[in-house]
């Protein structure tokens, strides 16, 4: 049986640096996805192994499940409606798991992906032999939660093959979880942050498992608290030249913008009114992309992590 999940992207409208110490933040998922699929390995093929699969760059990664049986001894203790946190001693097992794949070094930042893949597949299925395969809309390490997004679908798709949810597999489509099951699928990927960050607020993949904002009526008064937000931002130095230079565009628009993210690079948010004409969108992209910018239009709001069964596209 085969299993597809998504799970959106995530952008912070106010308070990216304050929601790390406790204080609140406005996000919102946007309609970019992560997408995982998974499939047990049938008795048929033979193949007693774990595989990872990450279409977009491309890698392939696979683990004898019996290696990965040794590695972790207390394994059948973990209950997968029970999520647990990494422990520094089981840790150190996955580094040496991930490390003997010998993933390359311009690609030496996925390992602590690979990372949160083997601690929570082991964590809710053990050692069985599986395929999982990712691909992913979102670009890497630009502020829109591509870890949050990752940890969120891959929880999402393990938990589908395990006991602890359950599925109507008769339906077609995408299909929502009940809120128990979102909630447990948010509180691994929580602990797959952890292992990918190391103290993460958690606010990442709270917006891709549950989000459903839709902002429609507000925009003014969105674009006026994004422009503050921007300013506050550039009083903390955490703004970039090539930042500015986006603002500088989009402002002879009269386009509220603001940087995403840690800062100091990455994406930059603009806010494209409802009533804004393709003209206008076209010329703003059209200089963007002569300065050297990749440009993503994406709808703000929607579902958060939903799965399918059959006929769902990619």
Request: glycine share 8%; net charge negative; with cysteine.
């Amino acid at each position: 049986m085969e299993i597809r999940v998504r799970a959106p992207a995530k952008i912070i409208l106010a308070g990216e640096h304050a929601v790390v110490h406790g204080s609140t933040a406005v996000a919102a998922a946007i309609d970019l996805y992560t997408y995982v699929s998974l499939s047990f390995l049938s008795p048929s093929e033979n193949d007693q192994t774990l595989k990872l699969q990450l279409k977009d760059v491309p890698l392939e990664f696979s683990w004898p499940v019996a290696r990965i049986r040794d590695a972790f001894p207390n394994l059948d203790s973990s209950v997968a409606s029970s999520p647990s946190s990494c422990s520094l001693e089981t840790l150190k097992s996955i580094a040496s798991l991930v490390e003997k794949q010998k993933i390359p070094e311009a690609n030496i930042g996925l390992a602590s992906g690979v990372s949160a893949f083997l601690w929570l597949y082991t964590s809710i299925l053990g050692c069985k032999p599986a395929k999982a395969v990712v691909h992913s809309e979102l670009p890497m390490g630009a502020g829109l939660g591509s870890s949050a997004a990752l940890c969120v679908a891959l929880s999402a798709a393990i938990l589908s093959l395990s006991d602890s949810i359950s599925i109507d597999f008769s339906q077609k489509g995408w299909q929502t979880f009940r809120d128990s099951e979102l909630e447990l699928v948010n509180k691994w990927a929580f602990e797959g942050e952890n292992i990918i960050h190391g103290k993460p607020s958690g606010v990442d993949n709270t917006v891709s498992t549950y989000d459903d904002l839709a902002i429609t009526e507000k925009e003014e008064k969105m674009g006026e608290l994004m422009e503050m937000n921007q300013g506050l931002l550039q009083c903390m130095g955490v703004s970039h030249s090539s930042i500015e230079t986006v603002l500088r565009t989009t402002a002879k628009y009269k386009l509220y913008s603001k940087l995403i993210g840690a800062g100091g690079g990455g994406c930059v948010l603009t806010l494209l009114p409802t009533l804004l004409s393709g003209t206008v969108i076209n010329k703003v992209i059209a200089e963007l992309e002569a300065c050297g910018f990749q440009c993503l239009i994406a709808g703000i709001g929607g579902s958060g992590v939903e799965v399918s069964f059959t006929g769902a596209s990619w």
